[in-house]
């Protein structure tokens, strides 16, 4: 069955320091979206991508972060000066669309971040 | 502002049959999606209500009224593979074709006794 695929598993960095995560979405998938879950909390939108664009983000989602898909695979997240509180498990997730609608968002494995 | 309020914790015995509620106060509403999460792991799709009334899947059903801004998960024949948490999930906006994320509530631990 085909699956959303994250690199790396674990990221330690330090504060101030940028990181990229990537993310291989589902082949067929047409939108993209990242989510992040700090320790013991709920799962929190980060942004969606359609058709090479930004769809929608949330207030998380300032200047630091950016998204891009280099190319036909690969999904990416980069924060460009990391702080403490970034600290949590980032997920991708894609989402196919169907006529009718297809409402189930497939989510990876995660990336656990680690800012010191 | 927006809220999704879920019970923290739910405990029930194997075999058993459990509800998990969800009441929401949200900008806009375009369903509401169930997801589990087991410790560690990656949230993972279980159930979409759009429209109010009961869809089923298996031992999993959700249920769906718009007028009371409410939900709930239902799990039968419990399983200790089950012990997990369950996110309730709003869609708020429909900018057409679903590129809209998600609101999640803060979840419902789910413990399973033998």
């Known amino acids: 069955e085909p699956e959303v695929t994250q690199t790396p598993s674990h990221q330690v960095t330090q504060m101030g320091q940028e990181v990229i995560l990537h993310c291989v979405p589902i082949?067929?998938?047409?939108?993209f979206y990242w989510y992040r879950q700090i320790l013991g909390q709920k799962v929190e939108f980060l942004v969606s991508?359609?058709?090479?664009?930004?769809?929608?983000k949330s207030e998380i989602f300032d200047d630091q972060f950016s998204v891009e898909r280099p190319d036909g695979s690969n999904f990416t997240l980069k924060i460009r000066s990391t702080k403490l509180e970034d600290s949590a498990m980032y997920f991708c997730a894609s989402r196919q669309t169907l006529a009718g609608g297809q409402e189930t968002q497939y989510f990876g494995p995660g990336t656990r971040l680690l800012v010191l | 502002g927006q809220s999704l309020e879920q019970p923290s914790e739910v405990t029930a015995v194997e075999g058993a049959i459990v509800q998990i509620n969800c009441t929401y106060q949200?900008?806009?509403?375009?369903?509401l999606s169930w997801y589990q999460q087991h410790d560690g792991g990656a949230p993972t799709f279980l159930s979409y209500?759009?429209?109010?009334g009961l869809e089923e899947t298996g031992r999993f059903s959700s249920f769906l009224s718009r007028s009371d801004s409410y939900g709930y998960l239902l799990l039968q024949e419990l399983q200790m593979k089950d012990s997990a948490s369950y996110f309730c999930a709003v869609r708020m906006r429909d900018s057409g074709g679903g590129a809209d994320g998600l609101t999640f509530g803060k979840g419902t631990h789910l413990i399973i006794q033998p």
């Open positions: 949200t900008s806009g509403f375009y369903g």
């Open positions: 209500n759009a429209l109010d």
């Open positions: 082949s067929n998938h047409l939108y």
């Open positions: 991508f359609y058709n090479n664009e930004i769809s929608e």
